[in-house]
Antibody, heavy 118, light 107 residues
Framework: EVQLVQSGAEVKKPGESLRVSCKGS????????ISWVRQMPGKGLEWMGR????????NYSPSFQGHVTISADKSISTAYLQWSSLKASDTAMYYC???????????WGQGTLVTVSS | DIQLTQSPSSLSASVGDRVTIPCRAS??????VNWYQQKPGKAPNLLIY???TLQSGAPSRFSGSGSGTDFTLTISTLQPEDFATYYC?????????FGGGTKVEIK
């Protein structure tokens, strides 16, 4: 069974750093890209970027380029989304998803809620 | 970036209704459109990919159509479990983008 399991909810202060994880299982991790998607409270879905776990090649949305870093460790089938300096506006649910060769996200993680508040 | 417009942002319907949800792209994206269903507190769920292909496990009452700039998700006979928000997504090029969503509410 394909699964993407994300790390748990986080509460952070502005300026702090954070890394959330997404562990894949039930499939060959290097055969599929991983996308990250943000959903701010009460709002829609925003694609942040994606990574090829084979070589860690990444694409970012211009809206998120420079503010987050997407990485992966194929040896442990895990992708990461990290911030070096959080802002209150980063408060959101973050999802990872498996990207297929038919240009869609077919399996999703359960989401990681990040709350940034002083 | 390619913009996807979903209008209306919400609609009211009754169980048993036929529901159509439109999505318009800002440029020609061939058939590179996917449709997702999201229920409150849950991750999105892929229903349709490449405009008209039903994802494995998705109910057959869901169908998709369109090409170029205009796309439609149709629910043939609305069921109680279908009350949710529906998003279109373009997979034509990076950055991938989603429409703003259409919430299907109970009339």
């Amino acid at each position: 069974e394909v699964q993407l399991v994300q790390s748990g909810a986080e509460v952070k202060k502005p300026g702090e750093s954070l890394r959330v994880s997404c562990k894949g299982s039930g499939y060959s991790f290097t055969n599929y890209w991983i996308s990250w998607v943000r959903q701010m409270p009460g709002k829609g879905l925003e694609w942040m970027g994606r990574i090829d776990p084979t070589d860690s090649y990444t694409n970012y949305s211009p809206s998120f380029q420079g503010h987050v870093t997407i990485s992966a460790d194929k040896s442990i089938s895990t992708a990461y989304l990290q911030w070096s300096s959080l802002k209150a506006s980063d408060t959101a649910m973050y999802y990872c998803a498996r990207r297929t060769g038919t240009s869609n996200e077919d399996y999703w993680g359960q989401g990681t809620l990040v709350t940034v508040s002083s | 970036d390619i913009q996807l417009t979903q209008s209306p942002s919400s609609l009211s319907a009754s169980v048993g209704d036929r529901v159509t949800i439109p999505c318009r792209a800002s440029q020609n994206i061939s058939t590179y459109v996917n449709w997702y269903q999201q229920k409150p507190g849950k991750a999105p769920n892929l229903l349709i990919y490449r405009a008209s292909t039903l994802q494995s496990g998705a109910p057959s009452r869901f169908s998709g159509s369109g090409s170029g700039t205009d796309f439609t998700l149709t629910i043939s006979t609305l069921q109680p479990e279908d009350f949710a928000t529906y998003y279109c997504q373009q997979g034509y090029n990076v950055p991938l983008t989603f429409g703003g969503g259409t919430k299907v509410e109970i009339k």
